[in-house]
């Protein structure tokens, strides 16, 4: 066998190839999820008056379809209506989610910026080694947040996911595509942190695309599924893109160390 068809193909962009397995998204042992309803498996029912009601399945979940499809385990510290100021204000020391893992996953914004009209700001709230510094922007609770899973555990691979786009808003895909530069600067302020760019190479959640994978506005099943895929799938290609940096993922935690990564 060839080792050179697990490496980054010539010209190959993020998700232009879908492995069921997720390939090496599987190297984790355990990855904490940081999310909103979109990562809590939200499902919306109508009642015969045509009210909707709002259900957290996390059993449907893509973290949930990830750990069944990669074998690692996923903590979901996920609820709908989250963000990154409740998250970090509140919601994880009330649960105490803040718990040590091999790696992260965070998506959060939608909420934050669509729902409650978070001011946005930049990366340049974001001050890492001092998040006290932080003003109550989006970007400065993103980097408060960043800032605390480094203390909890400063080897953590952490895969930052940006917003995704819909084409039914032009104000919301200006805001996506905005967020999405910004976290491209934020990922270089921090050791170990990426960007799961989904605003530029996820799929396009429009009209046609909701036909199939939405039921109201969040995902059905199905939908839920390819989002998996999705997330799964970036971050086989983050490790292909940066081997050297996941040689040590099982000392993560640990005083080990191996020179290969020299």
């Not at 962009?13 to 397995?21: A, G």
């Not at 385990?73 to 709908?80: A, F, I, L, V």
């Not at 990426?194 to 429009?206: A, K, M, S, V």
Request: aromatic share 16%; hydrophobic share 35%.
């Amino acid at each position: 066998m060839n080792s050179k068809i697990f490496e980054i193909g010539k010209n190959e962009k993020p998700l232009d190839i879908i492995k069921e397995n997720c390939g090496f998204a599987s190297i984790f042992k355990e990855i904490g999820v940081i999310g909103d309803s979109l990562s809590s498996g939200e499902f919306e029912s109508t009642d015969k008056d045509g009210n909707i009601s709002y259900h957290d399945m996390y059993e449907y979940s893509w973290p949930s379809i990830l750990e069944r499809l990669t074998g690692t385990k996923y903590y979901n510290y996920s609820r709908g209506g989250m963000t990154f100021k409740e998250f970090y204000d509140s919601w994880a020391d009330a649960n105490k989610f803040w718990e040590k893992r091999q790696g992260y996953i965070v998506c959060l914004g939608n909420n934050d910026l669509y729902v409650f009209n978070q001011k946005v700001g930049s990366s340049k709230d974001i001050d890492p080694l001092h998040p006290e510094n932080n003003p109550e922007t989006y970007f400065g609770y993103m980097g408060k947040v960043l800032s605390k899973l480094k203390v909890l555990q400063k080897d953590a691979r952490i895969f930052l996911v940006s917003l995704q786009i819909d084409h039914l808003s032009k104000e919301k895909d200006e805001m996506a595509y905005y967020v999405s530069k910004e976290m491209k600067k934020v990922v270089k302020m921090f050791s170990y942190i990426y960007l799961i760019d989904l605003t530029n190479y996820g799929p396009i959640y429009d009209e046609e695309a909701r036909k199939k994978f939405a039921m109201g506005f969040h995902p059905n099943p199905m939908g839920y599924h390819v989002f998996a895929l999705a997330i799964g799938n970036y971050i086989d290609y983050v490790i292909r893109k940066n081997f050297k940096d996941f040689f040590e993922v099982p000392f993560i935690g640990t005083n080990l160390k191996n020179e290969s990564i020299k």
